[in-house]
């Protein structure tokens, strides 16, 4: 049974940084593409960034800049950094393994 674990959210001031994590379980990593995408309160959901199996990586253009996507295949772990974080960054953030696995989601809240 693949699981995706979602870790790292919280509240956070504008122009703090948090950095979330993923960890999977239950199936090979390496070979997937993964992603990070966010769904605000009344809002649909949206991608974030995502990096493929070769690490190629590909962003949001309301975070290019202050987000990074990285993957640790040996810990089976995707993360998110991000920095320079602003109030309309608060969401609910989930993870996503290939085409059909989504993490439980992990929220983050941005303070003014």
């Known amino acids: 049974q693949v699981q995706l674990v979602e870790s790292g959210g919280g509240l956070v001031q504008a122009g703090g940084s948090l950095r979330l994590s993923c960890a999977a379980s239950?199936?090979?990593?390496?070979?997937?593409?993964v992603g990070w995408y966010r769904q605000a309160p009344g809002k649909q959901r949206e991608m974030v960034a995502t990096i493929t199996s070769g690490g190629s990586t590909n962003y949001a253009d309301s975070v290019k800049g202050r987000f990074t996507i990285s993957r640790d295949n040996a810990k089976k772990t995707v993360y998110l950094q991000m920095n320079s974080l602003k109030p309309a960054d608060t969401a609910v953030y989930y993870c996503r393994l290939g085409d059909i696995f989504w993490g439980q989601g992990t929220q983050v809240t941005v303070s003014s």
């Open positions: 239950g199936t090979i990593f390496s070979v997937y593409d």
